[in-house]
Structures are given as C-alpha cells and as structure tokens.
C-alpha cells in the first residue's frame, strides 16, 4: 500500500503541477508512455476508496491496462452554504476530500 501511495502521490503532484495550459500535454507519447488518472470515491463515513488508473504504451500499442485500489480513512464533512436556481439557501453537508500530488522523477 505504501508503494501505491506513492505512485499517487508522484501521479498527483505530476497534475497538479500542469495549471498553464501551455504546460498540458495534447497527446500522449504512444511510443512509450504511461499515462494515469486518480480518483476517489466515498465509500462511506470513514473510508474513501482512491483508485489509480494505468494505462501503459509502447510502440503505439496498448500493452497493459490496470487499476490499483486502496482504502484510506475518510476525511469527514464540513458544512458549507448552497443556493439553488431560485436563490433560496441551506447548509449542506458535504465530504471532504483528498488534495493529490506527484512528484515525477
């Protein structure tokens, strides 16, 4: 799990690093690349679920798609102000979640 953490957190720092539009990459390196995509899900009040998507090029061809799952603790709630379409206002629980960063080397 350590190892996976770490692989999220370089995968996150890596995109959260990419604000500049001119700093994006438009097309992925088929050649030999790797990309990943990070998401988390709530699973419910003490566990949130991260899922880190792989998906491996070399030579133009996909040669390996993978997902790595881990449960981490839930962050808990915080109470914020929503509005509708009318304007009308209430305080919402809403969950908090988890900042990524990545470091790439």
Same mark, same amino acid.
Request: charge should be negative; include cysteine.
């Given at each position: 799990?350590?190892?996976?953490?770490?692989?999220?957190?370089?995968?996150?720092? $890596?995109? @959260?690093? @990419?604000?500049?539009?001119?700093?994006?990459?438009?097309?992925?390196?088929?050649?030999?690349?790797?990309?990943?995509?990070?998401?988390?899900?709530?699973?419910?009040?003490?566990?949130?679920?991260?899922?880190?998507?792989?998906?491996?090029?070399?030579?133009?061809?996909?040669?390996?798609? $993978?997902?790595?799952?881990?449960?981490?603790?839930?962050?808990?709630? $915080?109470?914020?102000?929503?509005?509708?379409?009318?304007?009308?206002?209430?305080?919402?629980?809403?969950?908090?979640?988890?900042? $990524?960063?990545?470091?790439?080397?």
């Amino acid at each position: 799990m350590k190892s996976t953490l770490t692989i999220l957190a370089v995968a996150a720092l $890596f995109l @959260c690093s @990419c604000d500049d539009n001119n700093d994006k990459t438009q097309t992925i390196n088929k050649d030999g690349g790797i990309e990943v995509a990070l998401s988390t899900l709530h699973i419910d009040s003490l566990k949130d679920l991260v899922t880190t998507h792989y998906t491996v090029w070399r030579k133009g061809t996909k040669v390996s798609e $993978f997902d790595k799952k881990d449960t981490v603790p839930s962050l808990g709630k $915080f109470v914020a102000t929503s509005e509708d379409d009318s304007g009308n206002t209430q305080d919402v629980n809403i969950n908090k979640d988890y900042e $990524f960063f990545v470091t790439v080397k």
